[in-house]
């Protein structure tokens, strides 16, 4: 029999049969999850950078977090004078409070309606937060171009956060009218979940 009948015979095609009825079931399926996205048949890998922090930092954090995402290596005579720092949408690690423990970093949108020289409150659940270190940000009133600055007191208009109940507090000292708030509220903090080293 030539090679041509071989391959287009019905052997042939009950021989492919058999294979695809023993591999079903066996190949990895992969699914969208931390990371990973899917459009169609192309997959997508996205590695969000954590944070950039000395090798000593880095083994000091929980094994949890140190595989999940990017954290970038630097000696301490590589560390940039000019104080590099990444803000994201996602978790980062911002350096290390005076107990030891490590301090993340995260950029949050917000857009809300506040009362005249009223506050008003928004969920967000940050898992894990101990103790707020700072809270900043920048916003814009009613879609004005003008960008101002959020601050925890002092500002035109502050922010707050209460970690037993989950929620930021956003205080309208700009205007005795209700206006919309939007923009970027950036806080930083400390978990509960990672050991201090104060007393070792």
Do not use: H
């Not at 490590?102 to 928004?122: E, H, K, N, Q, T």
């Not at 035109?156 to 005795?176: D, V, W």
């Not at 206006?179 to 104060?198: A, C, P």
Request: proline share 4%; glycine share 10%.
């Amino acid at each position: 029999m030539s090679a041509e009948k071989f391959l287009n015979s019905d052997r042939v095609y009950e021989l492919w049969a058999k294979i695809k009825d023993a591999m079903a079931g066996k190949q990895d399926v992969i699914t969208a999850g931390d990371g990973l996205s899917k459009e169609g048949d192309a997959l997508g890998v996205e590695t969000p950078v954590r944070g950039i922090l000395t090798q000593e930092e880095f083994e000091s954090l929980p094994e949890e977090r140190r595989s999940k995402g990017l954290y970038i290596i630097l000696e301490a005579g590589d560390l940039p004078s000019f104080g590099y720092e990444i803000y994201s949408l996602e978790e980062t690690v911002a350096g290390v409070w005076i107990d030891g423990r490590p301090v993340y970093r995260m950029c949050i949108p917000f857009s809300i309606m506040v009362g005249g020289s009223s506050s008003a409150s928004m969920p967000y659940d940050i898992d894990g937060i101990d103790t707020v270190v700072d809270i900043a940000g920048t916003y814009v009133i009613d879609g004005d171009p003008y960008y101002g600055t959020l601050g925890v007191s002092d500002c035109l208009c502050n922010a707050s956060y209460n970690a037993e109940r989950k929620y930021f507090t956003f205080t309208n000292r700009y205007s005795s009218s209700a206006i919309k708030m939007e923009g970027l509220v950036m806080i930083q903090y400390t978990k509960s979940t990672d050991k201090t080293e104060v007393g070792r």
